[in-house]
């Protein structure tokens, strides 16, 4: 097993791969088996415990998982159907700067996203600043630029999943949308950065290149397709995510964005150093 949270255990197995059993307060991921268990009811389990498994069934310690009865989730978005709107998907961009900032966490890396606002003196925020600019020359086809931007981002931050990390997932995420090659720019951030951070990461990261996302970013990929949808509600659910997590993936959305010219420098670029 390799860590134990409120809602979420994780495991990995002999091959690396990661599975989180999770609360469906957590809901559908790419990497999630919703399990019907109260927050704290893994909490008796301890990182490092050995996970039996016999036919459909999952021991950990005292927490017996039966999995013959589980419906399977799809982790990828019709990406197809959503490169194919990405007129509308556009349209509807200059929205989420805004509706992101205002509610996102202020350790997060979203608040560097705004041309107004100035770098913390945040040890983190200067490198990601530092990295993000080779990023616009391997999104437009300089992969030894995209491959150094990544190095500097992976692994930036603490935690299980690094801000830097979840930042590069985000602009995985909106390459699936607007990249020409995404299956190529995805490779080469993910051959790079998994090597360089945390098991849980590198999960997090591999789905990503593949096209794989949770449940939150699908309604927040199909909100921004039609006018009449509660863009901001799936902000929010998105945002929710973690600690800062789901800010940070965000803030790599956004900036992807950028990187593509379908958001104007003068609406979001990273803010100046001082």
Known sequence: M????????????????VIALVTPGIGEGPLNIVVNAEPGNFASLEPGLAVTMRGASLQIGNVHVELDKTTTWEPLPDWDTLRNQGAAIVSRLPLLPDIARRHAPTESLLPFMSKEASLRQDNSLTQAYAAVQTLQAGWDGDN?????GTIRLAGLGSGLTPAGDDFLVGVMLWAWVAHPTPEAFCSVIVKAAVPRTTTLSAAFLRS???GECSATWHQLLAAL????????????????????SGADTLAGFLYA??????????????????
């Open 2 to 17: 390799l860590a134990v949270f409120t809602h979420a255990c994780d495991l990995v197995t002999s091959d690396g791969d």
């Open 144 to 148: 030894v630029q995209l491959r150094a």
């Open 208 to 210: 990503a290149a593949r």
């Open 225 to 244: 397709t039609k006018t009449d949808s509660d863009l901001a509600a799936a902000v929010r659910q998105v945002l929710a995510h973690g600690a800062t």
């Open 257 to 274: 964005t950028y990187l593509s010219g379908a958001l104007s420098n003068e609406r979001l670029q990273p803010g100046a150093q001082k």
